[in-house]
């Protein structure tokens, strides 16, 4: 292993953390654009360089018999060795980004069964906060809460639908939903996901 095996991973986080430090001076939807690229670029490459890591570090650690047996066993042998410590949080990070990826789809199934258990995805509910949500998908829609009709005029609750079709209609969910993928596969970009759905409001 050398440490230019390290490098299309830091290319490509290091960039993705720095534009997410403040605003892009360029227009919010080009921002959401190049930052939902950027995160999952930089989510699958430190996962793809993590597992070839892994796979190096186990099979120098397996006898050599069993491993280059197969053309993948000797291509993994020629990557090694691999430290101990390097492999070690290689194999950490697999797992945190598996555990992460399985937590954010058992909540969005959750989310899912709920908009369908509560009916269509569009209409009024009976919650006395504050609250409008854009619901995608074929029979996805506007939300609004009883306690933000009573809050608001109806120009301004124009507005708020304006403000959430314009989310279906630019399909916004899918950058959110690719920031959210980065973050819960490499958690310490989680602040591009934070910028991002920022840049989306916006």
């Keep these: 292993m050398t ?13 993705s953390l720095a534009l997410a430090r403040r605003p892009l001076p360029i227009h919010p939807a080009w921002s959401a654009r190049l930052l939902a690229v950027l995160a999952v670029s930089a989510a699958l490459t430190t996962v793809s360089t993590a597992g070839l890591l892994a796979g190096a570090f186990l099979a120098g650690v397996l006898p ?12 993994l042998l020629e990557h090694g060795p691999v430290p101990a410590p390097v492999g070690a ?3 950490a990070l697999l797992a945190v980004g598996a555990v992460g990826a399985a937590r954010l789809g058992l909540r969005w199934w959750r989310g899912l069964r709920e908009v369908r258990r509560n ?7 009976d919650d006395d906060r504050p609250m ?5 998908g074929r029979r996805g829609g506007v939300v609004l809460s009883r306690g933000l009709l009573r809050l608001l005029g109806r120009d301004q609750l124009g507005v ?18 690719a920031g959210a993928l980065a973050a819960a596969l490499f958690p310490p970009l989680a602040p ?3 910028r991002l759905r920022f840049d989306l409001e916006r």
């Design 3 to 15: 440490w230019y095996t390290l490098a299309p991973a830091v290319l490509m986080a290091v960039p």
């Design 64 to 75: 050599s018999d069993a491993v280059s047996g197969t053309e993948r066993g000797r291509l």
């Design 89 to 91: 949080l290689a194999l």
């Design 119 to 125: 009916g269509d995805g569009t209409g009024v509910v």
């Design 132 to 136: 409008a949500m854009a619901v995608p």
């Design 160 to 177: 708020v639908l304006r403000h959430e079709r314009a989310h279906l209609r630019h399909r916004h969910h899918l950058y959110a939903a």
């Design 192 to 194: 591009v996901h934070r």
